[in-house]
């Protein structure tokens, strides 16, 4: 049985059921849910109250259009219900507002105030501060190489989400 052991020797991942490209995603994904983790954990925004509440809030900035909780679920792959939460609590501390959506009676769009927009701009400085120091010692080209393979996960993720159900991911 092939195993992968982490740098203290533990066993991380058990390739016996695995071809190598299978064990490879596998692992990668695992990685993935540990960076996660360490990464929401490490972050908190001095403007906001967590680093989910600056996902949603850049959500609501930086789109074209008002989105709803449901388009931000969505693109984000959380549950509507997760997203919901986050935005009420925005709603409540006055960075975002609910408004009429015109394309649907009852799910409302999210647009960001004023106090919202500079919550976003701080945690936005503080990302860059912090994401230099994190990537000491990276290369560009090999981040970019990761991005550009993360998100053909991501497609392929949805493209089978999408044949399993029989429609659009």
């Known amino acids: 049985m092939s195993k992968t052991s982490d740098s203290s020797g533990a066993v991380t991942f058990d390739h016996s059921v695995h071809s190598e490209q299978g064990a490879r995603l596998a692992e990668l994904v695992d990685e993935v849910l ?8 490490a972050r908190k925004p001095a403007a906001l109250g967590s680093s989910a509440q600056i996902i949603v809030l850049a959500s609501v900035v930086l789109a074209q259009e008002p989105p709803t909780v449901a388009r931000i679920a969505r693109s984000l792959g959380y549950s509507r219900q997760a997203v919901q939460r986050v935005a009420d609590v925005l709603v409540e501390d006055g960075h975002v507002l609910y408004v009429d959506n015109p394309h649907h009676k009852t799910s409302k769009q ?5 106090q919202g927009r500079r919550a976003y701009a701080e945690a936005n400085r503080e990302s ?19 991005l550009s393979v ?3 996960i991501r497609r392929n993720l949805e493209l089978d989400k999408q044949e399993s159900a029989g429609g659009p991911a």
């Open 150 to 152: 993360l998100r053909q």
């Open 110 to 114: 999210l647009v960001p105030t004023e």
């Open 128 to 146: 860059a501060e912090w994401t230099e120091r994190i990537s000491r010692g990276l290369e560009v080209v090999d981040l970019e190489q990761t």
């Open 34 to 41: 540990r960076l996660h983790g360490r990464v929401m954990s």
